[in-house]
């Protein structure tokens, strides 16, 4: 029997308002889900919407984050960066609290730079983003996810070393698939390699978009099966993640976060 689509169904009132006010932006938008995994728990209500930042002026977009609840010292913020942005992204976690976020993405502008010639390998902020609790907004936590464009798979995984120094190995292994280049394909051409950084925190975290590798989630299944197999949640992960077996795989994302814990978020594209 074929699997349900997955579709991730919100429940608390702030999600269900934040996405009503982003679906009355229009219908314009690139939808992916995600299920982070953690050793005991596995949060699958997760979306992320991305829009042109052409579509709207900067006084709409601020309007617009004003409605969502954002910030007042964050709305500011993205205000300020808003010019080099290409993409606005939206994104809801829903656990055992929701999480709401606003990012803005710079892939056009890292783009021009290195085909000037005024960027090669080193590090560029690809995105800003913020994010809070709507019941504590003033508590934002704001991350920056540093691209280092055109590594080679090589290259990725000296800098996997060096950030996940003793969670390296059991990453590197469920990423084997994806680090994997063939003769009609190399990860400088296939992969974007990011890293998050938030100087109040200890998170250390990756995050890879591997697109065009052409993967579908179930792909990675047996390398995720084996990683979290010590893990509390592993006897649920099969159920939880058969919705999303044929959809295709986006990005992955993980390392430790803040509070010292392992995790590993899978993205798949939406239809």
């Not at 939808?31 to 209500?45: A, N, T, V």
């Not at 617009?64 to 007042?72: D, F, S, V």
């Not at 609290?97 to 993405?105: A, S």
């Amino acid at each position: 029997m074929k699997n349900q689509p997955f579709l991730p169904v919100f429940e608390s009132r702030e999600a269900k308002e934040f996405l009503k006010r982003c679906s009355d932006l229009g219908s314009d938008f690139h939808q992916e889900g995600s299920i982070k995994l953690q050793p005991s728990h596995i949060i699958d209500k997760r979306i992320l919407l991305g829009i042109e930042k052409s579509l709207h002026t900067p006084q709409q977009w601020l309007s617009l984050y004003n409605q969502l609840g954002a910030p007042k010292t964050a709305q500011t913020y993205l205000s300020e960066i808003l010019e080099n942005a290409n993409t606005v992204l939206f994104a809801v976690e829903e656990g055992d609290r929701t999480e709401l976020k606003l990012y803005l993405e710079f892939w056009e502008y890292l783009v021009q730079l290195i085909q000037q010639g005024k960027h090669n390998k080193e590090a560029f902020a690809l995105n800003q983003g913020i994010k809070w609790d709507p019941h504590k907004p003033d508590q934002w936590i704001h991350d920056t996810y540093w691209c280092y464009p055109m590594l080679s798979s090589e290259e990725i995984r000296v800098k996997l070393k060096n950030l996940l120094q003793q969670h390296y190995q059991p990453f590197v292994q469920t990423l084997a698939c994806i680090l994997h280049d063939s003769p009609h394909s190399d990860a400088s051409n296939d992969l974007i390699y990011l890293e998050v950084a938030n100087k109040n925190s200890q998170r250390r975290s990756f995050d890879i978009n591997c697109y065009k590798k052409g993967l579908f989630v179930r792909d990675i299944i047996p390398a995720v099966t084996t990683l979290i197999s010590s893990w509390p949640i592993a006897s649920e992960f099969s159920a939880r993640m058969a919705p999303t077996l044929d959809l295709p795989l986006g990005h992955i994302s993980g390392g430790v976060n803040r509070f010292n814990e392992p995790f590993l978020t899978l993205y798949f594209e939406l239809p």
